[in-house]
């Protein structure tokens, strides 16, 4: 796709490197407390410029609010955590937000947009399961499959919403896994889009054309500060969704789904990035900018690729009794955030193994002549008071111990010590398989041992391990 210098995309440059008068600060953590939202929404209640106000509640009671911009005869619906773990383009309309509210030399345009549209946005639709930062609400539903069912009070709002303002677009605002690849590079999408079909069939009508065209252009917009990491979502026709009921009401809808950049774990420079993205969007509609690209243009955007891990071991010498094979292995990492220390905490878990030359990871690391081994319990039990220093827990694993046994039972199921740790009666299953937590050694004749200590990869004494363990 040829780039082409629309006044959207000299505007969305302007705000990409003004964003920072724009950022909302006190929400820079990926967990967003449901109530701390609520709260800050309260500030804007007196505005001149934007409508707050609650259209309803969460099954679990919390406040489900709404805000309005504009005054155009074109309504634009948009949406954020209808999964209750997916939160960056929630603070990113915290920043959107601002932009709108501040008088700046922005208010020309921001006029010209709001006379021609009417900005509608649901900033938390799940409350309770960003409030438990689980994907499901209270009933355990998911929403983004209950808009035929209608079985949550939180799909019905958003349908009665859909209803009362019949848009001329919606934004479904997510956050996807990182396991995706852009087309076969070795790229993670910090961005995907999809202009959602209507049907098996995945038909064109205006509508989609509408949405298409859109999301070319917002590529074309973002191919200058990440490009080659914008990519399309799968577009299989899911009867029970949102968007593709919407979609199937002859309404353009866009799903923006925000990955992964580099050493950006909660997701700061994506957020800046959905900012600059939903306003150019909000810019494109009110004066149909996007009319200067095709669907050809849409077309070319790669697609996503399930293939990507956060970490390939590759060429390391297996033995199942005498038998031997060369494998590669791939290392996962999911993330639990725990309430009580206002942290997340990782646990990484052995994803796949054999041959994954079709695979890729934000880190590889070739041990070609490495031979795996399980690791080792401490024969010895820890109390608090005399859990071994960082100094003998270095000596412990370069001994094959990766694991200690404590005397008494932790609830917690995370540690910060460098070390994995097993309750009383707790048994370990420490061997290579599939799904088993990510702990081995690999050791190789003459050569220095690697440990790979809940999903990173260690020479203990010499890297500094920047993770946490677990507590089994």
């Known amino acids: 796709m040829v780039s082409k210098k629309t006044t959207n995309k000299i505007f969305a440059e302007l705000i990409f490197r003004e964003y920072e008068r724009f950022y909302q600060s006190g929400f820079e953590n990926f967990y967003v407390e449901p109530k701390k939202l609520a709260s800050h929404l309260d500030n804007f209640k007196n505005s001149q410029k934007l409508k707050v106000c609650q259209i309803g509640s969460s099954l679990e009671g919390r406040s489900i609010n709404k805000i309005v911009i504009g005054n155009g005869p074109a309504n634009v619906l948009l949406w954020s955590q209808m999964h209750g773990d997916e939160s960056t383009a929630t603070r990113a309309i915290l920043d959107i937000l601002n932009f709108f509210e501040k008088e700046n030399e922005f208010d020309e345009i921001k006029q010209d947009i709001l006379e021609k549209i009417t900005i509608t946005i649901i900033p938390m639709l799940n409350p309770d399961g960003a409030k438990k930062f689980t994907r499901r609400n209270a009933q355990q539903i998911d929403l983004n499959r209950d808009a035929v069912a209608l079985q949550s009070p939180e799909a019905n709002l958003l349908f009665e919403e859909k209803s009362r303002l019949a848009p001329g677009l919606c934004l479904n605002l997510h956050d996807q896994e990182n396991k995706y690849s852009v087309g076969f590079t070795n790229n993670a999408p910090v961005i995907s889009f999809l202009a959602t079909t209507f049907n098996k069939e995945k038909d064109l009508n205006e509508s989609r054309k509408t949405a298409m065209k859109i999301i070319a252009e917002c590529a074309d917009i973002l191919s200058d500060n990440v490009p080659g990491h914008i990519s399309r ?232 391990f920047e993770s946490n363990c677990l507590i089994l």
């Open 233 to 464: 979502y799968d577009d299989m026709f899911e009867p029970r969704g949102f968007g593709d009921n919407f979609a199937l009401a002859g309404i353009p809808l866009i799903l923006i789904e925000s990955g992964w950049w580099k050493n950006d774990f909660h997701k700061e420079y994506v957020r800046k990035l959905n900012f600059v993205t939903i306003l150019s969007i909000f810019r494109s509609f009110a004066k149909a900018i996007y009319n200067h690209f095709l669907i050809e243009d849409y077309s070319q955007i790669p697609e996503n690729v399930d293939r990507m891990n956060d970490l390939i071991i590759r060429n390391v010498r297996y033995y199942v009794g005498d038998v031997f094979s060369k494998i590669d292995i791939s290392i996962k990492h999911k993330w639990d955030f725990n309430h009580n220390r206002n942290k997340f905490f990782r646990k990484s878990i052995i994803a796949d193994l054999g041959d994954l030359s079709t695979q890729t990871a934000e880190k590889e690391v070739n041990l070609s002549g490495y031979r795996i081994f399980s690791p080792k319990v401490s024969d010895y039990e820890y109390s608090s008071d005399t859990f071994p220093t960082e100094e003998q827990i270095i000596e412990l694993i370069k001994s094959d111990v990766m694991f200690v046994r404590l005397k008494e039972k932790s609830d917690d199921k995370y540690s910060e010590k460098p070390i994995n740790i097993l309750n009383p009666n707790s048994t370990l299953d420490s061997s290579l398989k599939i799904d088993n937590y990510a702990n081995l050694i690999f050791k190789k004749d003459n050569a220095e041992p690697y440990y790979l200590l809940n999903g990173e990869l260690i020479k203990p004494g010499i890297d500094y």
